[in-house]
């Protein structure tokens, strides 16, 4: 062993990063008979969706053949994920509400069950790369310094972490301003009666207003106050009494979300504070600070709802996510880069790996929601090309999840965790039969892969 290092290790495709996206690659290529790698820098795979608390899962806006299995996620393995999350009491409404703690179990299961190699707490440090070819890459956790070679690789860190250090090129924030989308720190509330709260809202409610939604029979329940809806919230008063009284301040009422955690009759998940200032993910003072201050807004919020909502009088906080939540960052330089004009007017692709209905969903002081534009000539949705996950000027290099190849505004559609869970199992078949052909990745047909993960379950309609 060169003495540099203190392990090494080989497999086939290596992964780096464990959230939704990494998982499903790496199951997914698992799955095509590769032997496999994750490299994780916490104890848990899930990503955002675990250690960032993000949920639920935001809608597609398909229009699905089958509308009792909810939107056609186009991944096989999404399919599984939600069938055994849903079997464990941890989701419901076909997998949109889920609890992030069953989540992290579920997933690390899978992963086990097809043979990955976890390398959690562990942090990717550099790439060898040698005329386009990534050789392996270069790893530190409590073993020491380690040297992970592969065959095929695939960046699914969500800030281009590995495509950064390989060389490629990127793109970050609003191609206008420079700007990244705002970043919150989500949070979960325990011992919460969410009846009694369903009738507190209730008192509330006047003609027109319609940003809440409680179903009792599941428990479910959605409220929201942002900027383009500061008049449909029935608490919006509520908020602005609290800012009168010096309870809350006004980027509280900014944006701020409240939903249903499946499973816990008694808890909500909370996607705030929101930050619109110091959002550079790829900045460590930047993600210190949010950390920092999201706890202090945390604990305000949570002061404020003990004081002014019915129904949270013995409310606690459960749980603070490990890990800020990031809408945007870098985003690799691609073959292919998914673009406004694709997104707005529902384009569609021989190579395509994934269809998206999702709105133009950009944050900020005045968030920025755009539907597509209506198209008779063509069904009412926009696809994403393979070539969108394969990172120009590398032969082995592929990216899946946020950080594919787009524009800020595409970005802010395809972000979603439905849409990074097919994105992810693209790109470990496309590795997979990258790797059995002896290709490169970006000459692989985007519409084999497209029929090997039909073939093995995926929804496309």
Request: net charge negative; glycine share 10%; with cysteine.
């Amino acid at each position: 062993m060169n003495t540099r290092y203190q392990f090494t290790y080989c497999a086939d495709v290596v992964v780096c990063g464990g959230g939704v996206a990494g998982c499903m690659a790496a199951m997914a290529a698992a799955d095509e008979g590769k032997s496999v790698a994750v490299i994780e820098q916490f104890g848990q795979v899930g990503g955002s969706a675990t250690a960032g608390l993000v949920t639920p899962l935001m809608p597609m806006f398909m229009e699905a053949k089958e509308p009792q299995k909810g939107d056609p996620c186009c991944s096989y393995l999404s399919e599984e994920l939600n069938a055994r999350m849903i079997k464990e009491g941890g989701a419901a409404c076909y997998g949109r509400f889920f609890d992030p703690m069953t989540m992290r179990i579920i997933l690390e299961q899978m992963m086990v069950e097809r043979g990955v190699k976890l390398f959690y707490h562990t942090f990717l440090c550099d790439a060898d790369v040698q005329n386009g070819v990534v050789k392996a890459v270069v790893v530190q956790n409590k073993s020491g310094r380690g040297y992970i070679e592969g065959k095929m690789f695939i960046d699914c860190t969500g800030d281009g972490d590995l495509g950064v250090l390989a060389g490629a090129g990127y793109r970050k924030g609003d191609e206008e301003t420079g700007k990244n989308q705002p970043v919150s720190l989500r949070y979960l509330i325990g011992g919460v009666d969410i009846p009694a709260f369903d009738a507190f809202v209730r008192e509330y409610f006047v003609k027109g207003q319609h940003n809440y939604w409680y179903d009792p029979e599941s428990g479910g329940l959605e409220v929201s106050i942002t900027s383009h809806t500061y008049d449909k919230c029935p608490l919006t008063p509520v908020f602005l009494k609290a800012i009168e009284n010096g309870d809350l301040i006004e980027d509280d009422l900014a944006y701020w979300q409240m939903f249903y955690v499946a499973g816990r009759r008694d808890s909500v998940s909370l996607n705030n504070p929101e930050f619109f200032d110091h959002t550079d993910a790829s900045n460590a003072d930047d993600m210190t600070y949010i950390q920092v201050e999201g706890k202090k807004a945390i604990l305000r919020q949570l002061n404020f709802y003990q004081k002014y909502f019915k129904g949270f009088e013995n409310a606690y906080l459960s749980e603070i996510a490990d890990m800020v939540g990031v809408r945007e960052s870098r985003r690799l330089e691609a073959d292919a880069m998914l673009t406004a004009e694709d997104i707005v007017s529902h384009r569609k692709f021989p190579d395509a790996i994934c269809r998206n209905n999702y709105p133009v969903d950009i944050h900020g002081k005045k968030l920025r929601l755009v539907n597509q534009q209506e198209n008779k000539d063509t069904a009412p949705y926009y696809e994403i090309p393979y070539g969108c996950l394969t990172v120009r000027g590398f032969e082995n290099l592929l990216v899946a999840g946020r950080c594919v190849g787009s524009d800020f505004v595409a970005q802010s559609s395809l972000r979603i965790q439905p849409i990074c869970r097919a994105l992810g199992e693209a790109a470990g078949i496309g590795a997979a039969m990258a790797c059995e052909e002896g290709k490169a990745a970006r000459e692989i047909d985007g519409s084999a892969i497209r029929e090997k993960m039909i073939g093995r379950g995926a929804r496309f309609e």
